[in-house]
């Protein structure tokens, strides 16, 4: 733990944000991400959270589940899953997560964070395809 204590503090000094624009990016690289780009999930995030207003306090209870507690502490890459009937929250809980483990992965060294939400009503964010495409090109602008 001491040994990588003053990486541990620079990165929490200025932690690393998701690059949302990548008009910055140069040759190959910008060519592959505008051929990615289908929709950008930080952009319906924020539709969502227009649309989807969340009362303080709500979703709260997920960070003490065990299911959610083990997918948090453990080392590998894992995939977190909410499921459940049209209707019952789980965009909202999701909003809630992805701020939450935004803030957490900005005090973490070497941690890459993507996310997307799908939308069975919108042809751009509801194939395997895209979800693949979203998150690609957030790990490429990272």
Not at 21 to 41: H, I, V
Not at 67 to 83: C, H, P
């Amino acid at each position: 733990m001491a040994k990588t204590a003053v990486e541990v503090v620079q990165c929490r000094l200025s932690p690393r944000t998701i690059v949302e624009d990548d008009s910055k990016t140069k040759g190959k690289l910008r060519e592959f991400q505008k051929a990615l780009y289908l929709t950008n999930p930080p952009y319906d995030l924020a539709e969502i959270r227009q649309f989807r207003k969340r009362a303080e306090g709500t979703c709260e209870w997920i960070l003490v589940q065990e299911e959610y507690i083990a997918w948090v502490v453990q080392d590998t890459s894992q995939l977190l899953q909410l499921v459940g009937n049209p209707g019952i929250g789980k965009t909202v809980i999701s909003t809630f997560l992805v701020e939450t483990l935004e803030e957490r992965i900005c005090k973490t060294i070497n941690s890459t964070f993507a996310y997307y939400f799908c939308d069975n009503k919108d042809e751009k964010r509801n194939t395997a395809t895209a979800i693949l495409r979203g998150l690609i090109l957030q790990l490429l602008r990272q």
